[in-house]
């Protein structure tokens, strides 16, 4: 079905509100709905759950050009240009709602298979390709690099900053480089055993 652009935005903002003004796990449907001026009816035609609209409206916050853009930007070590895309997301988890909804899909997701599918299909595998797609193009282009699987890179960025959101621990550019680092090691360690 054809949604209307400006319905879905309305939407999509709507969630984003409620969620900086009484949290993620206090925002239901029914008032994304109200605040949107929106049916009910018309948010579950388009997401088939609360998760579901949640991880788009976390995609559409956390934009994948702007990550891939402050990667490039400082990409003299693999380290560097992940450290840089950390940093990047870090300030998207202060300056919009995504952390807030991250952590609260996580939690629930512990509680309730649905949501950790809508989790895992769209954040987790339909998100991976933003780190492994850089750290693959990193290192062939960098070949003195050795070998690095660009698979566990992400697989350890994606637990570091879960349970470091989480755990409400701080979110900084000395952690960015902390987890940067982290990573490309296990990822060395792992080379030769691309998932």
Same mark, same amino acid.
């Given at each position: ?5 400006t319905k879905h935005r309305a939407i999509l903002d709507a969630a984003g509100r409620l969620v900086v003004a009484q949290g993620y796990h206090s925002t239901s449907i029914d008032a994304v709905a109200a605040e949107a001026g929106? %049916? ?7 997401? +088939?759950?609360?998760?579901?609209? &949640?991880?788009?409206?976390?995609? *559409? ?9 402050? &990667? $490039? ?12 895309? #950390?940093?990047?997301? &870090?300030? &998207?988890?202060?300056?919009? +709602?995504?952390?807030?909804? #991250?952590? =609260? #899909?996580?939690?629930? /997701? ?6 950790? @599918? /809508? ?17 693959? /193009? ?5 070949? %003195?690099? =050795? ?6 890179? @992400? ?9 470091? #959101?989480?755990? $409400? ?7 960015? $480089? ?6 490309? /090691?296990?990822?060395? *360690? ?6």
């Open positions: 079905m054809r949604r209307s652009v929106s %049916g009910k009816q018309t948010i579950y035609r388009w997401w +088939p759950s609360k998760a579901d609209l &949640f991880v788009e409206v976390y995609d *559409d916050l956390v934009d994948r050009d702007v990550l891939a853009k402050a &990667f $490039h930007r400082h990409e003299a070590s693999l380290e560097a240009g992940l450290t840089a895309l #950390l940093e990047q997301l &870090f300030r &998207f988890y202060e300056t919009t +709602p995504a952390g807030r909804i #991250l952590s =609260g #899909l996580i939690g629930e /997701a512990a509680q309730n298979e649905p949501i950790r @599918n /809508a989790l895992r299909t769209g954040l987790v595998i339909g998100r991976a390709p933003i780190v492994v797609d850089l750290v693959s /193009a990193f290192i062939a282009v960098n070949t %003195g690099q =050795g070998a690095v699987s660009a698979v566990v890179v @992400n697989e350890m960025i994606v637990a570091l900053v879960w349970k470091r #959101l989480v755990m $409400h621990e701080v979110l900084d550019s000395d952690a960015a $480089h902390e987890i940067a680092c982290l990573a490309v /090691a296990a990822g060395r *360690d792992g080379g030769g055993r691309e998932r």
